[in-house]
């Protein structure tokens, strides 16, 4: 079922659900990036053996932390479940052929059953970038959200998450760098650039922008930065 067979100004009782939900989840991650500070924990790229860093790291934050966090939040009726590279097919505005994409973390959120449908599964995607001396990669996956339509329940909110490993990069630096690329990025139509968007006391490093498709449908896109730069190591 695709996102575009909703009417959003019929259903925005339903939409405000689904905000606050994914809310819930985005302050989940940033809990779990301040229990990695508060615990001290060093990330050894040493040892990660054949994994990727950035899957790494993405595996330490989902299965030490994350997992817990949003157990945290559960109950009988508000169940999440969260797994890593799980593949949902997709059709390219580009080819016009079915494809799978493997998400590096994909929470389905059952407490939304009752507003999408009992039949669906609304799950939320967040893709995870390292970024190191450029965000190339990091924009580059907004790009692909913008050229592809989910043949699943795809929730009109995207996620990214990027782990900084720059020391001369603050979050900020971050923002200013992809904001000038989106003004100039002409694969991407932008219809509201990185603002800031609090989701947690005493944590600023949460941004949304606003984008739309190759099929004219509207997304956001929430932001979250983590200062890596004294957490990983070689």
């Not at 040493?46 to 595996?59: H, M, T, V």
């Not at 580059?140 to 913008?146: C, E, L, R």
Request: glycine share 2%; net charge positive; proline share 1%.
């Amino acid at each position: 079922m695709r996102i575009s067979a909703f009417n959003f100004s019929k259903n925005r009782k339903h939409l405000s659900l689904t905000k606050l939900r994914i809310n819930k989840i985005l302050t989940c991650m940033i809990s779990s990036y301040e229990k990695i500070l508060s615990d001290g924990i060093i990330f050894n790229y040493a040892d990660k053996g054949s994994i990727k860093e950035e899957d790494y790291l993405r595996n330490r934050l989902v299965d030490d932390y994350l997992e817990n966090e949003l157990n945290s939040i559960k109950n009988s009726t508000n169940n999440f479940t969260v797994n890593k590279e799980v593949s949902e097919e997709y059709r390219s505005s580009l080819d016009g052929l079915l494809h799978n994409d493997p998400i590096d973390i994909h929470i389905v959120d059952y407490a939304l059953k009752n507003s999408w449908g009992q039949n669906t599964k609304p799950y939320f995607a967040i893709e995870c970038k390292r970024l190191v001396n450029s965000v190339s990669n990091y924009v580059n996956d907004t790009k692909k959200a913008t050229e592809r339509d989910y043949s699943r329940l795809r929730l009109p909110f995207e996620g990214q998450l990027g782990f900084i490993e720059n020391n001369s990069w603050k979050h900020d630096t971050v923002v200013r760098l992809i904001n000038r690329n989106l003004e100039s990025n002409s694969s991407i139509e932008t219809t509201q650039k990185l603002v800031t968007f609090i989701l947690k006391d005493n944590f600023d490093a949460s941004y949304i922008s606003k984008h739309r498709k190759k099929n004219k449908t509207l997304f956001s896109v929430y932001h979250l930065f983590f200062n890596y730069c004294k957490i990983t190591c070689n």
